[in-house]
């Protein structure tokens, strides 16, 4: 999220490389780069992730992992949001 440090839909694409080719990140989002432009669409998509998985989590992550840990919520029933796999930066093992 933009509280992480990462960049928010209209700056995302914000590289000078996709300026010079005229496109937006609605642009970059289309899968004709896929086979048209390959290095076009495996750098945007590659850029993502690497961004997403190299980016620490801001707090509230953390508070909301604590809660799941210690059993406690404002739900009396169990969050299926607890089986979700977590980024590795997430994971109780780092």
Same mark, same amino acid.
């Given at each position: 999220?933009?509280d992480?440090g990462?960049?928010v *839909?209209k %700056?995302?694409?914000?590289?000078h490389?996709y300026?010079e080719l005229?496109? !937006?990140?609605s642009?970059?989002?289309?899968e *004709? +780069?896929?086979d %048209? %432009?390959?290095?076009? $669409? $495996?750098?945007f +998509?590659? %850029?993502?992730y690497?961004?997403?998985?190299?980016?620490?989590?801001h707090?509230g992550?953390?508070?909301?992992?604590?809660w799941?840990? #210690?059993?406690?919520? !404002? !739900?009396s029933?169990?969050s #299926?949001?607890?089986?979700?796999?977590?980024?590795?930066?997430?994971?109780p #093992?780092?």
């Amino acid at each position: 999220s933009a509280d992480s440090g990462l960049p928010v *839909y209209k %700056d995302i694409a914000s590289v000078h490389a996709y300026a010079e080719l005229g496109v !937006s990140y609605s642009d970059l989002c289309r899968e *004709y +780069w896929l086979d %048209d %432009d390959p290095e076009v $669409f $495996f750098g945007f +998509w590659g %850029d993502c992730y690497n961004l997403y998985m190299n980016t620490t989590p801001h707090k509230g992550y953390s508070i909301i992992r604590g809660w799941t840990e #210690s059993g406690s919520s !404002s !739900s009396s029933s169990s969050s #299926s949001a607890s089986s979700l796999p977590l980024p590795t930066s997430l994971s109780p #093992s780092s």
